[in-house]
């Protein structure tokens, strides 16, 4: 009996050391009432403009994967993932979206590997904001998660490359049309622009029942401050970033029709 005990007690001990303190989260901070209701779908601006920001972009979605996929920190659970490029070398070209299963069974420096290797090219001429939301909604469709709540990820500065009206980006020409309507809940989260960008993406963009929600590039790097991101605590125990996350990022927002 004795040496049972302790073969399963070396056991435990092997598996911690294996897969490291991030694979805990599932066992310390998830609510049994956290069961992922919740689809998501993460786009890449992998075009030039945002070449400066898609390193700490990418270090950052890593981890944001990963609290979601486990409910780290009671972090709302994610039921579907699907993520891709935005844009293409043209307008309207089809980008492939790798699904949960690519990243569900990694852990956070898997998932951040898997990401790099999948968007190691800074080579997309066109930021094609429409056709990213349109293939959002075949997904929807064909995938059967129509009326979940939607959560729309978009990793990118958020300068449409639409054709400028006086000189400037137009940001009417955005269409969330294809959206309305798949859910009671779906916001489009714009993370990296800047206080303009996102203020135009606020007021701007058409819309009825879809919520947009923006957070400046400044304040998406704060993330791994030293007072925020916790060096050497276990993910599991990170509090101060999943409540960060919660503030910053995941911010539950309003409707607003903008016509």
């Known amino acids: 009996m004795l040496k049972l005990i302790l073969t399963v007690i070396l056991s435990i001990s092997l598996s911690s050391h ?8 599932d066992h310390t ?3 049994s009432k956290n069961t992922g209701k919740l689809v998501m779908f993460i786009g890449v601006d992998i075009s030039g403009s945002f070449k400066r920001l898609k390193d700490n972009a990418l270090r950052f979605i890593s981890r944001y994967m990963y609290a979601h996929l486990h409910g780290c920190g009671d972090i709302k659970k994610i039921r579907s993932l699907f993520v891709g ?15 949960i299963e690519s990243f569900k069974y990694k852990s956070i420096d ?16 066109y930021t094609d904001y429409n056709a990213f939301f349109a293939q959002v909604a075949t997904f929807m469709k064909n995938k059967k998660l129509v009326m979940k709540p939607t959560d729309i990820i978009l990793l990118s500065d958020g300068i449409p490359d639409a054709p400028k009206v006086k000189g400037k980006a137009d940001y009417r020409s ?3 049309k294809p959206l309305e309507n798949l859910s009671r809940k779906i916001t489009v989260r714009v993370l990296y ?3 303009v960008t996102g203020s135009q993406w606020q007021s701007s963009v058409p819309r009825n029942r879809v919520r947009v929600w923006t957070q400046d590039a400044n304040v998406m790097k704060m993330w791994e401050a030293p007072d925020i991101f916790l060096k050497g605590k276990p993910f599991a125990k990170q509090d101060r970033f999943f409540n960060w996350l919660r503030q910053n990022v995941d911010w539950s927002v309003r409707k607003k029709t903008v016509k």
């Open 193 to 195: 622009t800047s206080a």
């Open 18 to 25: 294996a897969f490291g303190d991030d694979e805990l989260c």
């Open 110 to 125: 898997g998932i951040e590997k898997e990401l790099r290797k999948i968007f190691s090219k800074t080579s997309n001429q």
């Open 85 to 99: 490029s935005i844009g293409g070398a043209k307008p309207n070209e089809p980008k492939t979206f790798y699904p």
């Open 29 to 31: 901070k998830a609510s």
């Open 174 to 176: 955005l269409k969330l």
